[in-house]
């Protein structure tokens, strides 16, 4: 077991996965229409989700509803996961909690502590059983908390590395690049396209390097050297380790081949052509696909030893307390695990979490193995402040990137606030 999980399980790897594959055969399998259920009236339940109309998301909300169960799903969207943590706590606090809400991994404790994430077996213990059955038995201790089993695993990714293949050649570079890179190649292979392309000698170009500024690439830099942001949960973020691991992670935004941007203008700015190299989401790999750019993915780069890499991603979760509608959030959830519900959101080029044998997406390899190497949750923030923690890291990150302060400073001084932070 991995010091930094508090789910009980260790690497995740794609070996252990596929293994599950076979165990499913008595969970539940939908037929042409899921059964109608007797309610008083039609129930109508709202996820709270970071997805708009436009995405795959919507396309499973709107499938689920064309069966007329008797239930229907409405698709809010609210947000990234803070935010609707966030409005999930006021909600809350107002006696008015969303029926469900995608739910980041990170926010696990929280969602269950705090917010009061439903355990599924409270609700239907036989339909819990069923819905988890459809789902590799390696993510089911993801979804518990305290024993609780309080989502389906409906979101797996782990950072990658993204090059713009058309900047990358323009820039005269060798197109043979290694699936297995390292930190020090992709800084000196940045500097080449900076001085190829930089001082306005590109229209589009504008940053060589985007390392995305946040909890979770700033994790897998501190994993890959050997460290931990957290272990279990004690902080442990200003080990030798993780100094050496953010040294680096900020070495490129200090010599000027990384224009720090916040990760939705990353994501513009991606998809406008105006970043050669970037460290993200493997799930961008359908929005970057269908891009006229020519994208290739690569691994995330290595730091001289063996990668410990992290996976993220989000769960589904009842929040629902009347009866009635938290059994209707199930029924919801029992076409999300079906073959057919897997089938239509894996247009979003998650990995497969699912039994069902479902095809990978192009530009999905670097994912898969790093799968294969195994994955470790990204950071489970514990405690009644850990949306609190969060942030604090977050912003700590923010002033090593921008050289507000130095690493062995911003890590130090990240230690002595988050440590009464998780323990409250």
């Given at each position: 077991?991995?010091?930094?999980?508090?789910?009980?399980?260790?690497?995740?790897?794609?070996?252990?996965?596929?293994?599950?594959?076979?165990?499913?055969?008595?969970?539940?399998?939908?037929?042409?229409?899921?059964?109608?259920?007797?309610?008083?009236?039609?129930?109508?339940?709202?996820?709270?989700?970071?997805?708009?109309?436009?995405?795959?998301?919507?396309?499973?909300?709107?499938?689920?509803?064309?069966?007329?169960?008797?239930?229907?799903?409405?698709?809010?969207?609210?947000?990234?996961?803070?935010?609707?943590?966030?409005?999930?706590?006021?909600?809350?606090?107002?006696?008015?909690?969303?029926?469900?809400?995608?739910?980041?991994?990170?926010?696990?404790?929280?969602?269950?502590?705090?917010?009061?994430?439903r355990d599924f077996h409270e609700i239907d213990s036989a339909r819990?059983?069923?819905?988890?059955?459809?789902?590799?038995?390696?993510?089911?201790?993801?979804?518990?908390?305290?024993?609780?089993?309080?989502?389906?695993?409906?979101?797996?990714?782990?950072?990658?590395?993204?090059?713009?293949?058309?900047?990358?050649?323009?820039?005269?570079?060798?197109?043979?690049?290694?699936?297995?890179?390292?930190?020090?190649?992709?800084?000196?292979?940045?500097?080449?396209?900076?001085?190829?392309?930089?001082?306005?000698?590109?229209?589009?170009?504008?940053?060589?390097?985007?390392?995305?500024?946040?909890?979770?690439?700033?994790?897998?830099?501190?994993?890959?050297?050997?460290?931990?942001?957290?272990?279990?949960?004690?902080?442990?973020?200003?080990?030798?380790e993780a100094i050496r691991a953010m040294t680096a992670f900020a070495?490129?935004?200090?010599?000027?081949?990384?224009?720090?941007?916040?990760?939705?203008?990353?994501?513009?700015?991606?998809?406008?052509?105006?970043?050669?190299?970037?460290?993200?989401?493997?799930?961008?790999?359908?929005?970057?696909?269908?891009?006229?750019?020519?994208?290739?993915?690569?691994?995330?780069?290595?730091?001289?030893?063996?990668?410990?890499?992290?996976?993220?991603?989000?769960?589904?979760?009842?929040?629902?307390?009347?009866?009635?509608?938290?059994?209707?959030?199930?029924?919801?959830?029992?076409?999300?695990?079906?073959?057919?519900?897997?089938?239509?959101?894996?247009?979003?080029?998650?990995?497969?979490?699912?039994?069902?044998?479902?095809?990978?997406?192009?530009?999905?390899?670097?994912?898969?193995?790093?799968?294969?190497?195994?994955?470790?949750?990204?950071?489970?923030?514990?405690?009644?402040?850990?949306?609190?923690?969060?942030?604090?890291?977050?912003?700590?990150?923010?002033?090593?990137?921008?050289?507000?302060?130095?690493?062995?400073?911003?890590?130090?001084?990240?230690?002595?606030?988050?440590?009464?932070?998780?323990?409250?």
């Amino acid at each position: 077991m991995s010091a930094a999980s508090p789910f009980g399980f260790s690497k995740l790897s794609r070996r252990r996965v596929l293994q599950g594959a076979g165990q499913a055969a008595g969970a539940l399998a939908l037929s042409a229409a899921l059964p109608r259920r007797a309610w008083s009236s039609d129930a109508t339940v709202t996820i709270s989700s970071p997805w708009g109309a436009d995405r795959p998301f919507q396309q499973v909300v709107d499938a689920f509803n064309a069966r007329k169960t008797g239930v229907t799903a409405v698709n809010r969207l609210d947000g990234d996961y803070q935010d609707m943590a966030t409005k999930a706590l006021a909600a809350v606090a107002a006696g008015r909690p969303p029926e469900m809400m995608i739910t980041g991994w990170k926010f696990a404790y929280f969602a269950k502590r705090t917010l009061g994430a439903r355990d599924f077996h409270e609700i239907d213990s036989a339909r819990a059983d069923r819905i988890i059955g459809q789902f590799k038995p390696q993510t089911h201790d993801m979804v518990k908390v305290d024993g609780a089993l309080i989502g389906l695993p409906w979101a797996m990714s782990t950072p990658v590395t993204w090059i713009n293949m058309d900047l990358w050649q323009e820039a005269g570079l060798d197109p043979n690049i290694p699936m297995d890179i390292t930190h020090d190649w992709l800084v000196e292979q940045a500097g080449a396209i900076d001085k190829a392309l930089g001082g306005r000698n590109h229209p589009t170009y504008r940053s060589a390097l985007d390392l995305s500024n946040n909890e979770w690439t700033s994790q897998a830099y501190i994993q890959n050297a050997g460290g931990m942001v957290l272990d279990g949960d004690t902080v442990a973020c200003d080990s030798p380790e993780a100094i050496r691991a953010m040294t680096a992670f900020a070495g490129p935004a200090r010599s000027g081949l990384w224009t720090n941007m916040d990760y939705r203008a990353q994501q513009k700015g991606q998809l406008a052509g105006a970043i050669a190299i970037a460290t993200t989401s493997s799930s961008r790999s359908t929005a970057l696909n269908d891009s006229p750019i020519n994208f290739k993915g690569v691994m995330f780069p290595s730091l001289g030893r063996p990668r410990r890499m992290n996976s993220g991603g989000n769960f589904l979760a009842v929040y629902a307390r009347e009866p009635e509608l938290a059994e209707a959030s199930m029924t919801f959830l029992e076409f999300c695990a079906s073959e057919e519900g897997q089938t239509i959101w894996s247009d979003v080029g998650y990995l497969n979490t699912s039994v069902h044998k479902i095809p990978p997406k192009p530009n999905q390899e670097a994912a898969y193995a790093q799968l294969e190497e195994g994955l470790t949750p990204e950071t489970i923030w514990p405690g009644s402040r850990g949306l609190e923690g969060q942030d604090v890291w977050r912003q700590w990150v923010a002033r090593i990137v921008e050289g507000v302060v130095t690493p062995e400073e911003g890590l130090k001084r990240a230690q002595e606030e988050l440590s009464p932070v998780l323990a409250g």
